[in-house]
């Protein structure tokens, strides 16, 4: 029997948390309520960051499989901002935080293509830390939550909770994913592992919010 290292091996099978969580998206959005094709993305893309994710992690976190990991994670946070967008800001809006977020998302990956960045850009001591490409990540998804409250008033009163617990269960994710890939605690706390799930929860709550808000009408 191969002999596995534990943390990659549990952040590579918590890996499938996430492309279950997008298939969970679709399914829901197929069977039980349909949803704006924007947003159609959004849950594809959860898809699609789920499978490097577990090659990443599952197979010894190569180079090649870590662009792709970063680089689909990337992909996923600027589809929620486009989709975010679209929900009803101004044209003029839209085309300038769409265009700029995906010209500094795609300078990130080149600079993580061309080998830089293996430093973390705010370390953590011994917990861990972010690297550059782990902070755009982050100030992508403030983004996308900050433009879904930037229309805030116009959600349906019944999705608001939704949106509070949603943004609650991402500072939670932030917070674990702080830690380094390879930190386990208490032998069955491995923060990043459990970013993975916490995360998976996370992308299901969003399509109840969605659907809370769509349902009631009030978006097209």
Aim: glycine share 10%.
């Amino acid at each position: 029997m191969p002999d596995f290292d534990p943390a990659n091996l549990v952040n590579g099978v918590s890996g499938f948390a996430t492309i279950f969580a997008g298939l969970t998206c679709l399914a829901l959005n197929r069977w039980v309520s349909p949803q704006p094709r924007r947003w159609l993305a959004v849950y594809w893309a959860i898809v699609l960051t789920g499978i490097p994710t577990v090659w990443y992690h599952g197979f010894g976190e190569q180079r090649l499989p870590g662009l792709a990991d970063i680089s689909t994670n990337l992909l996923l946070a600027w589809t929620m901002q486009v989709a975010a967008l679209w929900d009803g800001y101004p044209i003029r809006t839209r085309r300038r935080v769409a265009g700029i977020s995906g010209l500094v998302n795609l300078a990130v990956i080149a600079w993580r293509l061309l080998g830089f960045q293996r430093s973390l850009a705010i370390p953590l001591g011994e917990f861990g830390g972010f690297t550059l490409s782990e902070v755009t990540l982050i100030a992508d998804s403030f983004l996308a939550v900050g433009l879904l409250y930037g229309r805030y008033r116009q959600l349906p009163r019944r999705s608001q909770p939704m949106l509070r617990l949603v943004t609650a269960v991402f500072l939670v994710g932030m917070a674990l994913a702080s830690a380094s890939n390879s930190q386990i605690h208490l032998t069955i706390i491995a923060y990043h592992a459990l970013w993975h799930l916490v995360g998976a929860f996370g992308f299901v709550l969003l399509w109840g919010f969605n659907h809370l808000r769509f349902t009631a009408g009030e978006y097209s």
